[in-house]
Structures are given as structure tokens and as C-alpha cells.
């Protein structure tokens, strides 16, 4: 599945990487949920960013330390074996309506983003918004077919 | 809050009764008991008691709790005209009563109108201000309209005339941690330790709130708060292994000599417990505990 950018930059998500966190998002419909995404620059193509897998993180507690660092550390050092670093975050609020990127989202994906200029932040709300984390936060794509899943 | 027993309990009965094996009454009771949110499951399979005659009237007197029960669910599944029904036969049964009048209110709250529902549950405390429901929605509908700051007022307000509710308790103090408030939070933390010593979650919980804080002292207690849990729950708690070797490395994160201090220190704890032994596996590589790259020592770094 691919989605187009205005800008230099664009963003490529596999369809498992996708799957894995409307799941979760879903299995929790009552919570906040977070998520890491994973995936590295195209060899080609500079400007092409491959998230390739995802890997949810909490439904409860997002704004504490102890839990992220350590399954931060664990995905680092599992997915460094296999080639791919963190290029990215993805939040979906409690609330349907509320499609504002909180305070904790942008922390986080702020230190992603000094460690990997291209993240991105996927916020999911009634349509998807993928948002490029750096000095302009323009949104970046729409994938307007899902808006009839309620989350 | 449910214990481990009760969890796996409801969760047999409710493979039990997907599966077609019967139970579903068994279920309800427990769900019911138990106050969790499976609102889908107890929809579907209190809909299938209730528009079963025969099933009904079996039931007795019991049908009407069903009848609350499945109202409440199905606003919960945004299912409305099935709460609408039950309610409504509530209302012919029950016609001056001030649980249906609640439950009415929580249509209103279900449907949005968000005014119509606060004038109705105020209407509804002054003739029963000692109402825990009805003060709880409140709090409800202010986070449902997204004012946070309205719904901490609101829950503060309850708290102080119900200090006892440790569910409350609970949700202020995600409420705040969601703000990055966790000074805050903190404190509701130490007032359910004080009042419920022996549940490890709390303790948990404080740990990883006074980790969140930062400074060296609030470390050395976090580390505390973690080796308790660690005594509560048997050494079977893995976040609190997690986070003691997180407050040791927290605490010397450059120095290299303490490096193989830190090394043995992490590969003590998880020893100690050997039933843990996944656990291990899962962590490969112990040098990452060591000052580890990139991201994570950033996060520890952060400003707090």
C-alpha cells in the first residue's frame, strides 16, 4: 500500500506493518494507543522511506518512561539485526473526534526524529493523517476510504 | 479492579459460551459482578436471553436486572434503539423509579446531548446527592467533550466526598499521567498504597511514575517501590525486574567501570528468578544495559 507526498519526501507502508496497528487499535477501542514504526530509506530512491513493520506498543499507560524505554531498547536491538530502525510513530487517541497530536506524541516523536530526520507521525483518526515530524508538520496524505471505520 | 482467578474464570465461561456450550446466564452474573466492560459479548448474549420468551420468564424477577444490564451495553456498543427498547420496558414496570431515570439520563449522554444529560443527572442529585452513578457520569461526560481539566475538577469533587473508591482513584491518576502531570499523579499513587498496601499494581505503578519524574532521589525510591512489587507479587512481575535494571542504569548511565557492576547486578535479578527464564531470552544480548546508543539513551537523557 502506498501513499503519496506533497513534498520531497514519500512514505511506502507494507500492508503487514498497517494491518498490525488498526489492530490493536481496534482490539483496544476504549484507550489511547501507541506504536513504533519500522523501516528503513529505499536504496534507490532518497527521498523513499519503507515502513516495513510496526510494532504496537501500550493501550494504557502512554505517558510513562519505564515501559517505553525498555521496549525500545528490545525493538532496537531486535530489529537492528534484521536491517531496520525506528523511522516513525503512531498514535490513535481515546476519542474519536479528537484528532489532535498530544503532548506525549510529540515528545516522542520528537527524539525519534533527531535520531532519524525522515519520521514520520501516523495519527489515526476518522481518515489517517500521516504527518512529517520536522520543521514544517504538514499533513502528508489521506487515505479517505477507511473513514467509515469508527474509531 | 479483578483478580488473575476471576479474569481466567469469566474468560472460560465466555469461550464456554461462544463456543455454543451454554452458560450464558452464568456469564452475565459474573460479568455483572465482576463490573468489566465486555459490553459486545453481554449484548449479544443478554439480547438472546431477553428475546427468548421462554428464557425470559425463567429468569423471574432477575429479567429486569438483565433488562439494566443489556441497556447498558448496548449504549455502550452504540447500539441506541436496542437501549431504547430496554429502558422503555424498564419504564412500563418500573414507572417513578430513580434507576431508570439514570438510565434514561445515560441515553441522553450515549445519544451526545450533553446538556440535556448534565441538566438531568443534576435534577436527579438533588434528590439523591450520595449517588456514586451519577456523579461518575459527570466526570464522564466532561472527558467524553474532551475538557479534560473540567472532568479532573468534577472527579476531585467526588473524591473528596468518596475517598474510598479506589477505582476513582485509579482513573485520576491516568487522567493525570495522560497530562504529564505526575507530580500529581504521584499522590493519587500514595493514597491507593496507603489504603490497599498489599496490591503490587499500585506499587507498580508509583514506581513507574516516580521514574517518569526523574532526580536522583526519586530513583532510589522508584527502585524501592519496584523491589516491593517484586516481594508482593512472588518475583513474578517482569515490568519490576524491567525496572530495577533500568534504575541501575539510570543512575551511572556513563560510567564504564560499573559497567560489569550494572552487567552481574541485571543477571542476579533475573537469575534470582528462574521462572522467568523467557525472560532472558527475550534480552539477548545483556550489554545493552550497559550506556546503550542512539534513541533509548536519549530518552533517559530528556529533560524532566
Redesign the interface.
Known amino acids: 500500500m502506498a501513499g503519496t507526498g506533497g513534498g520531497e519526501l514519500k512514505y511506502e507502508m507494507a500492508q503487514n506493518a498497517y494491518i498490525k496497528l488498526v489492530l490493536h487499535a481496534l482490539k483496544h477501542k476504549?484507550s489511547?494507543v501507541n506504536g513504533v514504526l519500522l523501516g528503513r530509506t529505499s536504496p534507490k530512491n532518497e527521498s523513499l522511506v519503507q515502513i516495513e513493520d510496526s510494532v504496537p506498543l501500550f493501550h494504557?499507560?502512554?505517558?510513562?518512561?519505564?515501559?517505553?524505554?525498555?521496549s525500545?531498547?528490545?525493538i532496537?536491538?531486535y530489529y537492528s539485526a534484521r536491517g531496520l530502525g525506528?523511522v516513525g510513530y503512531f498514535h490513535a487517541n481515546e476519542?474519536f473526534?479528537?484528532t489532535e497530536l498530544?503532548?506525549?506524541s510529540k515528545?516522542i516523536a520528537d527524539?525519534?526524529s533527531?535520531?532519524f530526520p525522515q519520521a514520520a507521525v501516523l495519527l489515526i483518526t476518522r481518515s489517517l493523517k500521516l504527518y512529517q515530524k520536522g520543521k514544517t508538520a504538514a499533513l502528508l496524505c489521506r487515505f479517505v476510504s477507511y473513514a467509515s471505520m469508527a474509531f | 479492579m479483578v483478580t488473575k482467578t476471576e479474569e481466567s474464570q469469566l474468560n472460560k465461561l465466555e469461550n464456554q459460551v461462544d463456543n455454543g456450550g451454554g452458560g450464558a446466564w452464568e456469564y452475565l452474573c459474573l460479568a455483572r459482578k465482576l463490573k468489566v466492560r465486555r459490553s459486545d459479548k453481554v449484548l449479544k448474549y443478554g439480547l438472546s436471553i431477553l428475546n427468548d420468551s421462554r428464557k425470559r420468564s425463567s429468569l423471574g424477577p432477575d429479567e429486569w436486572t438483565l433488562y439494566e444490564q443489556v441497556a447498558v451495553a448496548a449504549m455502550d456498543c452504540h447500539a441506541l434503539d436496542v437501549a431504547k427498547d430496554c429502558i422503555s420496558a424498564l419504564q412500563k414496570k418500573f414507572p417513578e423509579s430513580k434507576r431508570v431515570g439514570r438510565l434514561e439520563a445515560m441515553l441522553l449522554e450515549a445519544k451526545g446531548s450533553w446538556e440535556d444529560a448534565e441538566a438531568a443527572y443534576s435534577s436527579l442529585l438533588e434528590d439523591n446527592p450520595f449517588d456514586q452513578v451519577i456523579h461518575k457520569r459527570r466526570v464522564a461526560i466532561a472527558k467524553a467533550q474532551g475538557n479534560i481539566s473540567a472532568a479532573i475538577e468534577w472527579l476531585n469533587k467526588y473524591l473528596e466526598i468518596f475517598m474510598a473508591d479506589h477505582d476513582a482513584w485509579r482513573e485520576l491518576a491516568e487522567i493525570y499521567v495522560s497530562l504529564q502531570m505526575y507530580k500529581q499523579a504521584a499522590f493519587c499513587y500514595e493514597e491507593l498504597i496507603l489504603s490497599q498496601p498489599t496490591v503490587p499494581l499500585y506499587h507498580l505503578a508509583y514506581a513507574d511514575v516516580l521514574y517518569t519524574l526523574g532526580g536522583l532521589e526519586n530513583l532510589q525510591t522508584a527502585k524501592k517501590y519496584y523491589s516491593s512489587t517484586i516481594d508482593l507479587s512472588g518475583g513474578k512481575n517482569n515490568r519490576a525486574l524491567f525496572g530495577i535494571c533500568l534504575v541501575s542504569c539510570a543512575n551511572k548511565p556513563n560510567s564504564g567501570s560499573l559497567h560489569l557492576g550494572k552487567k552481574s547486578h541485571c543477571t542476579h535479578v533475573f537469575k534470582k528468578n528462574s521462572q522467568n527464564t523467557h525472560v532472558m531470552k527475550k534480552i539477548p544480548n545483556l550489554r545493552m544495559f550497559g550506556p546503550s546508543p542512539r534513541l533509548t539513551k536519549a530518552v533517559i537523557e530528556s529533560p524532566r
Not at chain 1, 60 to 70: R, T
Request: aromatic share 4%.
Open positions: 476504549t489511547a494504557n499507560h502512554l505517558g510513562l518512561l519505564p515501559p517505553l524505554e525498555i525500545l531498547i528490545m532496537e536491538e525506528v476519542r473526534d479528537d498530544g503532548n506525549i515528545n527524539h525519534i533527531r535520531y
